[in-house]
């Protein structure tokens, strides 16, 4: 019996990266045997005990027992306090903004394994250095999903399906070793000769898409990373038999080992801010959003007013409004003004908030508007939601590589979501289709995945859930159509109207 125990306990850790020494493996059977857990219940419990233990600031991967400790007399001390914070709870107070040049850099540290707060100063000009950097933190960032996915993580335990795990390869161990076949992730990219590769942290290998009838699912661009399978033959080259997407992990696994990391520098997500809380106490709030909202269109205005007349006859108040542009359908590019200058010829994904010149007199109207940069995040409880405003779907058709997908506009739509998820980043293009600021690359990252995203595009208006989180495009705001959509955070779920 002790040893399917100890069995479980090194399992379920395993599962969140860490190691049990053997006074952390003795202190946890102490714990099961003195609170007397069913043997049912003893997976959860563990569970419970190793992501409460992964938020700690000082966790390290080899599970420290003063540590554990600490967090177990933690655990005690919030079941007898649960009464007693059980509060109304004011939304206000739990409803952050966030631009993307206001987070906090976080980049992945190769030596320690996880994340690493970056202590320099961030700048718009960015340097030869942050753009390997946000490179190399894409690859690291998917890379650590795939291996700890159940097709690549070997278990600790003797097991009949290790022989069924796939082992990933990187394209130094391809050298001389002609007509084997080869598992690799890297970045698809043109070389200097104008031919398609594959790059990963150790170098490049030559791809070639000609027995390759139909890739897997998602759109393949120039700057994504992809999981291949070929066979390198003697040209040098990779002959693809497979191409997919790299797997997506799920928000609540990324949360449970790195949920002391406050990505969003809004603070750490308390107690209270609980989901269940969340559909029980205000089952009935929503988030309005509306995209192409061209305010020089004689429809526009009138469509507002309209809006907001329903509201107030169906007593529907929505708790945020949230508006993306284009503001206008002509360009402001062309003025002469010093501030226009300066605004104009933001083609690039992290694009500064609307000038305070510009905004000036609807503040003094409106207080409570918040002119954000895009994308931006709304932290709400524990929820994070990603609003960006960019027609992905065109850019991303324009530049996908090997072999294009023939497939119908549902499909296309689903296989946007799953391309931008899988691959953790909003832009997954390179920096010459579309430039980013190298300094703020995080703030285009989808890691660990938002609870919704809000993908504001001139292509037809859907909703997807993938891996957990529910995209979704509110579609335009423009002429007789007037179209918008309603986020529900309690169900998680969005409608247009």
């Known amino acids: ?63 420290s027992v003063d540590v554990l400790k600490r967090v ?28 993307a040049f206001e987070m906090p850099r976080w980049t992945w540290s190769q030596e320690r394994g996880t994340f690493e707060k970056s202590p320099a100063p961030l700048t718009s000009s960015g340097s030869p250095e942050s753009r390997v950097i946000s490179i190399r ?42 007509g084997e ?30 027995s390759l009838d139909d890739p897997g699912d998602g759109l393949f661009s120039e700057g994504c990373f992809a999981l291949v399978e070929g066979e390198y033959t003697e040209e040098a080259t990779l002959e693809i038999i497979a191409i997919g997407q790299p797997p997506c992990e799920s928000r609540e696994t990324a949360r449970s080992i790195y949920g002391h990391i406050d990505f969003l520098g809004k603070g750490a997500t308390s107690l209270l801010e609980d989901a269940v809380r969340i559909r029980e106490e205000i089952p009935e709030l929503h988030f309005f959003f509306l995209s192409d909202v061209w305010l020089d269109h004689p429809q526009t205005l009138p469509g507002i007013q309209k809006m907001f007349d329903n509201c107030i006859e169906n007593d529907f108040i929505p708790r945020i409004i949230v508006m993306c542009g284009n503001f206008t359908s002509k360009s402001i590019a062309h003025g002469n003004g010093r501030d226009v200058q300066i605004y104009q010829g933001r083609n690039i994904c992290d694009a500064l908030p609307l000038l305070s010149t510009l905004t000036g007199r609807l503040k003094t109207k409106v207080p409570k508007v918040h002119f954000a940069s895009n994308p931006c995040r709304i932290k709400f409880f524990d929820q994070e939601i990603v609003i960006f405003r960019e027609d992905l779907m065109a850019r991303m058709l324009r530049n996908v590589v090997g072999v294009k997908p023939d497939v119908k506009s549902e499909d296309l739509k689903r296989f946007l979501v799953q391309s931008i998820l899988d691959q953790s980043h909003l832009s997954p293009l390179t920096i010459d289709i579309q430039p980013v600021l190298s300094d703020y690359d995080h703030s285009l990252r989808l890691y660990p995945l938002p609870t ?38 309690a169900e998680v779920n969005s409608e247009e109207w």
């Open 137 to 178: 933190d894409r690859l690291n960032i998917i890379k650590q999903c795939v291996l700890r996915n159940e097709h690549f993580a070997p278990s600790t335990l003797p097991s009949r399906d290790r022989e069924k795990l796939v082992t990933l390869k990187s394209t130094k161990q391809l050298l001389g070793r002609f």
């Open 72 to 99: 177990y007399e933690s655990l005690q001390d919030q079941g007898e306090r649960t009464q007693v914070e059980k509060e109304l709870i004011d939304p206000e107070n739990h409803l952050f903004f966030i631009d």
């Open 181 to 210: 076949r080869f598992l690799l992730l890297g970045m698809l990219a043109y070389n200097k000769e104008g031919k398609l590769c594959l790059e990963d942290a150790d170098g490049s290998v030559e791809l070639d898409f000609s």
């Open 1 to 63: 019996m002790a040893d399917v125990r100890q069995r479980t306990i090194i399992k379920v850790f395993r599962k969140f990266s860490n190691s049990l020494g053997p006074d952390a493996l003795q202190f946890i059977e102490e714990i099961l045997d003195q609170h007397e857990i069913e043997d049912a219940d003893v997976e959860s419990s563990l569970e419970t005990l190793a992501k409460e233990y992964n938020k700690q600031d000082d966790a390290i991967m080899k599970v």
């Open 452 to 489: 919704a995203l809000i993908l504001a595009d001139k292509y037809d208006s859907y909703k997807v859930t993938y891996t957990g989180c529910h995209v979704f495009n509110p579609g335009s705001f423009v002429g007789k159509a007037l179209a918008f959509s309603t986020y529900t955070p």
